[in-house]
């Protein structure tokens, strides 16, 4: 059973534009969220975290929003560049459990 | 060195032959990991190491092998394998969870196993 859901495999944004990726969660336990990217044949690349006590963590271009009663989570790009096109992982982890458990990803295409 | 390095990059090797994987990190990290990401499929925890000691085996095969020899370094041995163990494998660090810190992975390169 997945844990971590995300079910756009693929989202295409013009350049410019906001990026919105998402992501579903099932573990109440969780209480630790990540956001990951990779470039082909590369290691995925840390972006942005946010913990459980809060709802929003923003660096920069990035921001993530949690909502923790609809057990979801969300990764604003703006505004979106072309370098920004990569695949996308959502991640979680609970206190006391040195797992992160990931999605499948979300490729996401920045449009000229 | 920086973050997490990963030797080789590349390995092709036959289905008799003994290999192995070395990933180190320059992190001060406590807890490494090794994931295989195969075409077209999510990335697929192997192995945690936590302070040292193995806390996971995700029902690995036996033909893959790890070793922790301290924090910093992490081994995965490789014999009899399979065609289909061809893959990206990489090797991640992290504070561990079990002392406390919230645990953001750095990944290194991975080295991409093919084998014939």
């Known amino acids: 059973d997945q844990q971590v859901k995300q079910n756009s495999p693929s989202l295409s944004v013009q350049e410019g534009r906001i990026s919105i990726l998402n992501c579903d969660y099932t573990?109440?336990?969780?209480?630790?969220f990540l956001w990951y990217k990779k470039y082909p044949a590369e290691g995925p690349t840390f972006l942005i975290s946010?913990?459980?006590?809060?709802d929003k963590n923003e660096d920069g271009r990035f921001t993530v929003f949690l909502n923790k009663s609809a057990k979801h989570l969300s990764l604003h790009i703006v505004p979106s560049q072309p370098g920004d096109s990569a695949v996308y992982f959502c991640a979680a982890s609970a206190n006391g459990d040195d797992k992160i458990i990931f999605g499948k990803g979300t490729r996401l295409h920045i449009l000229p | 060195e920086t973050g997490v390095t990963q030797t080789p990059r590349h390995l092709v090797m036959g289905m008799t032959n003994k290999k192995s994987l070395k990933c180190e990190q320059h992190?001060?990290?406590?807890?490494m990991y090794w994931y295989k990401q195969s075409a077209k499929k999510p990335l697929e925890l192997m192995f945690v190491y936590s302070l040292e000691e193995r806390v996971e085996n995700n029902s690995v095969p036996s033909r893959f092998s790890p070793e922790c020899p301290n924090s910093s370094h992490l081994f995965l041995h490789l014999h009899t394998l399979q065609p289909e163990d061809s893959a990206l494998y990489l090797c991640a660090s992290s504070q561990a969870r079990t002392s406390g810190a919230y645990n953001e992975q750095f990944f290194g390169p991975g080295t991409r196993l093919t084998v014939l």
């Open positions: 573990n109440s336990m969780f209480d630790y």
């Open positions: 946010i913990s459980s006590i809060k």
């Open positions: 992190l001060g990290h406590n807890a």
